[in-house]
T-cell receptor, first 114, second 113 residues
């Protein structure tokens, strides 16, 4: 569990404000992912990264942007938070062909947008 | 794109009995099917996975079966214990590079003592 952390773990913000969530890994894995989890929807992929500065959209990317300037950090930004973005956000990592081929999840960030 | 349906949404079984959770997927190109267990307030954790070149995989009390023709896969938990109570998620993806997992909606499993 120590290989992946998320910050902050909890955040309350107001509609219209920008929010950035951070995912940090110490495993040197190539692939990183952001998911959101909402009741009745399971987990849904927002964006993912396949290397430094290489990112792509997932199934629910509208209203979100990401950046990865170094292997260990993957940032998720809500440019102008809306109440529909209230959710639990999970980061995940994987390393296809390596020892961690399966996705391993971080502890999550609980975001409340008022 | 891929769509994964999971049933049932809730399941209650007596301790010691077996539990079965079923998932169907839509994209015949999907070839990797993990199952995650999530306890309340915790992160999802992988409990077992199966690749499309295998029809069944077992790990102690947990087994997963895959029917590629019908595009469905199932999780079987035998001799259930109270600590098996959790939400279980199935997922599907194409096993290549980045794994764009598509998850089912989840099954809340309750083990009654």
């Amino acid at each position: 569990d120590a290989g992946i952390t998320q910050s902050p773990r909890h955040k309350v913000t107001e509609t219209g404000t920008p929010v950035t969530l951070r995912c940090h890994q110490t495993e040197n894995h190539r692939y990183m992912y952001w998911y959101r989890q909402d009741p009745g929807h399971g987990l849904r992929l927002i964006h993912y990264s396949y290397g430094v500065k290489d990112t792509d959209k997932g199934e629910v990317s509208d209203g979100y942007s990401v950046s990865r300037s170094k292997t260990e950090d993957f940032l998720l930004t809500l440019e102008s938070a809306t109440s529909s973005q209230t959710s639990v956000y999970f980061c995940a990592i994987s390393d296809f062909g390596g020892q961690q081929e399966t996705q391993y999840f971080g502890p999550g960030t609980r975001l409340l947008v008022l | 794109g891929e769509n994964v349906e999971q049933h049932p949404s809730t399941l209650s079984v007596q301790e010691g009995d077996s539990a079965v959770i079923k998932c169907t997927y839509s994209d015949s190109a999907s070839n990797y099917f993990p199952w995650y267990k999530q306890e309340l307030g915790k992160r999802p954790q992988l409990i077992i996975d199966i690749r499309s070149n295998v029809g069944e995989k077992k790990d102690q009390r947990i087994a997963v079966t895959l029917n590629k023709t019908a595009k469905h896969f199932s999780l079987h938990i035998t001799e259930t214990q109270p600590e098996d109570s959790a939400v279980y998620f199935c997922a599907a993806s194409i096993r290549q590079g980045a794994q764009k997992l598509v998850f089912g909606q989840g099954t809340r499993l309750t083990i009654n003592p």
